[in-house]
T-cell receptor, first 113, second 111 residues
Framework: DSGVTQTPKHLITATGQRVTLRCSPRSGDLSVYWYQQSLDQGLQFLIQYYNGEERAKGNILERFSAQQFPDLHSELNLSSLELGDSALYFC????????????FGPGTRLTVT | QQPVQSPQAVILREGEDAVINCSSSKALYSVHWYRQKHGEAPVFLMILLKGGEQKGHEKISASFNEKKQQSSLYLTASQLSYSGTYFCGTDTETSGSRLTFGEGTQLTVNP
């Protein structure tokens, strides 16, 4: 157990819908990262927040957005969902801004039908 | 650009050694290694930074050739618990955050 929690564990929704994935980092960790893992694309970095502010952005679609709240938990919002958005979404946390190990949560499996 | 990992898969018997390679066409600032078991989250193994600094577990070793933009992960005296998919994540900037992961190397250790 990494200490990072993610909810929900599974999510099944229809195309066009909007969902919110939640992540609680390890106690004391200021950085939160979001990743998407699909079979054909591998593990892709989406976005990083550090102490409430966006720090780095990866291949995140405009339909996706994220934020980190004052209590350091983070949410990833996915809207206008498409079949191709079906994937495992991981959240990871780290005590520092960069160059440090990341602790991954168990992931949220999103299925878009 | 996604780093290239080799081999794609390797099967070992317990006690054997393996080397997993990761190469990039771009200059690298850091290389991060993770292992993921089926159905589980990735677990940190090692970070190698430009300039030679390393952070990681004692039983895992790795190298980082800055001139060739390559990293290798060395797994010695493999154990059954080493089975999983190994990913390298590379950072071509100084942020240390925007990692691009390779497609992974599937390692199977048999008794």
């Amino acid at each position: 157990d990494s200490g990072v929690t993610q909810t929900p564990k599974h999510l099944i929704t229809a195309t066009g819908q909007r969902v919110t994935l939640r992540c609680s980092p390890r106690s004391g960790d200021l950085s939160v990262y979001w990743y998407q893992q699909s079979l054909d694309q591998g593990l892709q970095f989406l976005i990083q927040y550090y102490n409430g502010e966006e720090r780095a952005k990866g291949n995140i679609l405009e339909r996706f957005s994220a934020q980190q709240f004052p209590d350091l938990h983070s949410e990833l919002n996915l809207s206008s969902l498409e079949l191709g958005d079906s994937a495992l979404y991981f959240c990871a946390s780290s005590p520092r801004r960069s160059f440090y190990e990341q602790y991954f949560g168990p992931g949220t499996r999103l299925t878009v039908t | 650009q996604q780093p290239v990992q080799s081999p794609q898969a390797v099967i070992l018997r317990e006690g054997e050694d393996a080397v997993i390679n990761c190469s990039s066409s771009k200059a690298l600032y850091s290389v991060h290694w993770y292992r993921q078991k089926h159905g589980e989250a990735p677990v940190f193994l090692m970070i190698l930074l430009k300039g030679g600094e390393q952070k990681g577990h004692e039983k895992i070793s790795a190298s980082f050739n800055e001139k060739k933009q390559q990293s290798s992960l060395y797994l010695t005296a493999s154990q059954l618990s080493y089975s999983g998919t190994y990913f390298c994540g590379t950072d071509t900037e100084t942020s240390g955050s925007r990692l691009t992961f390779g497609e992974g190397t599937q390692l199977t250790v048999n008794p």
